[in-house]
């Protein structure tokens, strides 16, 4: 089993855990420490806890709950798997609210509500969705909940204060989109809890605050690309993205030109936008 930090925030931690074991390997005693969803995105497992088996598919969760103890095992087996698994901090689950024992399911069979999900945090892991992938965390955690409890939570009524927060924090966000800005920093810029933000936030402003975020260093990027003669890598750090190929696939996405092709655009080079056009 090799596990590897994807996100580590106070809030939500997210782990890629790939197993390799099989039908001759030995099953050992494992146990939760924290309340947590893994999202089984490969393979397949057994899982017994609470005097239940499960068996788990591409597409299944298990579900964590602290101090509960589990075990493993690959009896039929032969491919290993690998999950995508999200630990949350006590006061986010109290923030979800919902019954206790809705994080003692054990497991759950590949739901489309959680499915869906678990495939759009993988995207946001691969960076092919400019949704953060601590704001997917809370969305499953809520999802899951919902789904379990049978219970759907209304949306939040947005007060004038609260809208006043959202816009200053939107503002904040544009102003130092070039540093690193995670979930928890903007939340606690409004004074608020992540989980209360995020739904705040994208309630008032119709985009989640990451979203908010990569469109902010896009629209900047865009500007020095029209406006700056300095190289396309050093437009992609000065604006805050960290990695040269996830900017250059990110504006793509969003401009349906490369930044070099955007350049060439912008000093009058027609063609390039007559030729989208054309496709479209």
Known sequence: MTATPILQGDKISVYDYRCTAGPDSKPFVEQHTSHSIAYVRKGSFGCTK???????VTGSVMIGHPGDEYVCTHDHHVCGDECLSFFFHPELVDALGGKADVWRTGCAPPLSELMVLGELAQAATDGRSDVGLDEVGHVLANRFVEVV????????????RDRRRAVETALWIDAHAHQP????DAAFEAGLSPFHFLRLFSSVLGVSPHQY???????????????????????????GFGDLSNFVRTFHRAAGVS?????????GNRKIFQERLAVH
Request: glycine letters at 4%; proline letters at 7%; charged letters at 35%.
């Open 259 to 267: 930044p070099s092709r955007f350049r060439q655009a912008s000093r």
């Open 149 to 160: 409890s049978g219970r759907a939570q209304k949306p939040p009524q947005a007060t004038a």
């Open 181 to 184: 800005i995670e979930l928890e």
């Open 213 to 239: 975020l990569v469109r902010s260093r896009l629209r900047h990027a865009a500007r020095l690309l029209a406006d700056d003669e300095r190289p396309i890598t050093d437009v992609a750090y000065d604006v």
């Open 50 to 56: 609470r005097g239940r088996s499960f068996e788990l």
